[in-house]
């Protein structure tokens, strides 16, 4: 999995921006990213950052990378929902989650 943090800025409302604030922390905020124009639609995750971010207003974010793609620090994305550009996003740093091993059933025996 694969992790990035990065400053992100909402248009605003009258230049074709969200009307409603986003919540990072909830983890419900799924829109996409794109690097350019005719590049693939990524699938993408906010996971941390303020409480609520406004139309208008940029803060520092962290996002969950749905899709299978490397980034690095410096890539300017695009957040786009239903096919219309919100905001920008500049990653500062990227990181990957270490696997998890897998879990361990203990049984108790039956005497």
Not at 26 to 36: K, L
Not at 79 to 102: I, N
Request: with cysteine; net charge neutral.
């Amino acid at each position: 999995m694969t992790f990035l943090e990065a400053l992100v800025t909402f248009l605003p409302t009258d230049a074709g921006g969200r009307e409603l604030p986003v919540a990072p922390r909830e983890g419900s905020y799924r829109p996409h990213a794109r690097i350019a124009a005719d590049e693939p639609l990524l699938r993408i995750r906010f996971i941390e950052g303020p409480p609520l971010i406004a139309p208008g207003q940029n803060a520092r974010v962290v996002v969950e990378l749905e899709s299978d793609v490397q980034l690095a620090a410096g890539c300017e994305l695009d957040v786009v929902e239903h096919g219309r550009v919100v905001g920008l996003m500049t990653v500062t740093r990227v990181w990957l989650s270490a696997p998890q091993p897998p879990a361990t059933i203990v049984r108790k025996s039956a005497r």
